[in-house]
């Protein structure tokens, strides 16, 4: 291990692009179907619109803050340097949550693909084996898992507009209408955890500023092309398997995209096993992205002492190792439980925390450190970070309301977080 704490830069727009819809692309392919179970397809629609409105002004926000703080900690830097080291540590602590437990709810999904390619293997046991793997695969040099990550998203990006071809000759607006409006708005409300699905994980785009060249140019780039590419991608997917057929069918499993191919060409038909096959690219790209960003969280954090200073050591190819096994062995955890619906609600609730100190970082440093350097400056401001804020709260507070047990879970977590760093530094302000 190196003592060095500084990573090193080895990312263009290219790549960052890559990270961005890597991340995320995943959640096209499950867990966002949960959301017609409680709200129909035109509940989830609005959801989905809603936090669509919420993702790019948290986009452009980021545009700001990463590229003016380049630090590993995304989020957690930004809080900090905001409000200090209470808030940083209630920015940390909340991402955490959202990366540590979105990699078992990915490599769960991923596990379910593979079951429907073979029965015979275990979805829990692939969901392991595929977290030890990508927790591998991300202790290789940032710029080899960067490539990686880049190779494996562009064919889940082809896999996503094949599908979309394949069912669109197959829509029928009798079949996407049925049901459309289950809920009414308490179905949308309901329905928010699964359409942030959609998006979730975009923001740890921003924790590769430490590691892009010149990231006053491209981490705008990749992040804003990158949200542009997957609004594109999940509305196809949604009208796509949606009007395939029975939707219903859907909104319980761990793959619809497979079963609407199902729907759309028949059950016998061999694309069914193929976009199964294919439907893995999607997951692992998530999978390698989200350890990816979980592990720089956890080393960021640890660079500052909120953290074991040793999860923050760095091989001599500037890898946080420590804090990438840390990450797998938390999602292993996570894995265990078996609750893919949970997991997703729970890491939506971390997420959310995250968007809304992020604005409020933005909104307090204009205002304390008006020179800054800030390479992209936010349209529309004051506007477009406050209604980053205002939506992040409505849908934490639907979120809340929805899923009582879930938020209570949730509120447990960051209380008995914020009572350790209390009881090992009790000056701590």
């Known amino acids: 291990m190196s003592e060095t704490k500084t ?8 790549h960052l692009w890559g990270l961005a819809v890597g991340l995320v692309i995943s959640g096209e392919y499950f ?22 409105v919420m993702y790019v002004a948290l986009s452009l926000t980021l545009c700001e803050l990463a590229p003016a703080i380049p630090n590993a900690g995304g989020p957690f830097a930004f809080a900090q340097r905001a409000f200090g080291p209470w808030g940083g540590y209630l920015a940390g602590v909340a991402a955490l949550i959202e990366f540590v437990l979105a990699p078992p709810a990915i490599a769960y999904g991923l ?11 275990p979805t829990n046991t692939a969901a392991a084996a595929a977290m030890v793997i990508f927790g591998l695969v991300n202790l290789a040099e940032s710029k080899q898992s960067a490539r990686f990550e880049t190779t494996i998203t562009f064919i889940a990006i082809i896999e996503l507009l094949i599908f979309i071809g394949v069912s669109v000759p ?4 009798e079949n996407f209408m ?20 959609f998006f979730l994980g975009i923001e740890g785009t921003a924790l590769a500023a430490e590691e892009a060249y010149e990231p006053e140019k491209n981490l705008p780039r990749g992040l804003l092309w990158g949200i542009f590419t997957l609004v594109v991608l999940a509305l196809g997917v949604m009208l796509g398997a949606g009007g395939a057929g029975d939707w219903k069918r859907l909104n319980a499993i761990d793959f619809p995209i497979p079963e609407a191919v199902a729907m759309a060409l028949g059950s016998g038909h061999p694309w069914v096993k193929l976009f199964a096959g294919l439907g893995l690219f999607g997951l692992i790209a998530s999978l390698n992205g989200i350890i990816f960003s979980a592990a720089r969280q956890v080393f960021a954090i640890s660079r500052s002492g909120l953290l074991p200073r040793g999860l923050s050591q760095l091989t001599t190819k500037g890898v946080p190792a420590r804090a990438v096994l840390f990450s797998v062995s938390a999602g292993l955890l996570g894995i265990a439980s078996g609750k893919t619906a949970d997991l997703i609600t729970l890491s939506a ?9 992020c604005a409020l970082s933005l909104i307090r440093l204009r205002k304390t450190e008006p020179n800054l350097k800030r390479p992209f400056r936010v349209p529309l401001y004051p506007f477009t970070p406050i209604v980053t804020l205002v939506l992040a709260v409505v849908c934490l507070a ?24 209390q009881i090992a530094n009790p000056r701590a302000r």
């Open 349 to 357: 609730l971390g997420a959310l925390v995250v968007y809304g100190m």
């Open 170 to 173: 197959a829509f029928k607006t």
């Open 178 to 197: 049925a049901d459309a409006w289950m809920g009414g708005a308490g179905g949308v409300f309901a329905a928010i955890p699964f359409a942030i699905w």
């Open 398 to 421: 639907a979120i809340a309301w929805s899923n009582v047990r879930i938020f209570t879970v949730f509120a447990i977590l960051v209380g008995l977080a914020c009572a350790g760093r």
């Open 111 to 121: 596990g379910s693909y593979l079951h429907v390619l073979s029965p015979s293997i």
């Open 31 to 52: 867990g966002w179907s949960y959301g017609w179970g409680v709200s129909g397809t035109l509940g989830f629609l609005a959801a989905t619109a809603i936090v669509v």
């Open 7 to 14: 990573l090193k830069r080895s990312m263009g727009a290219f």
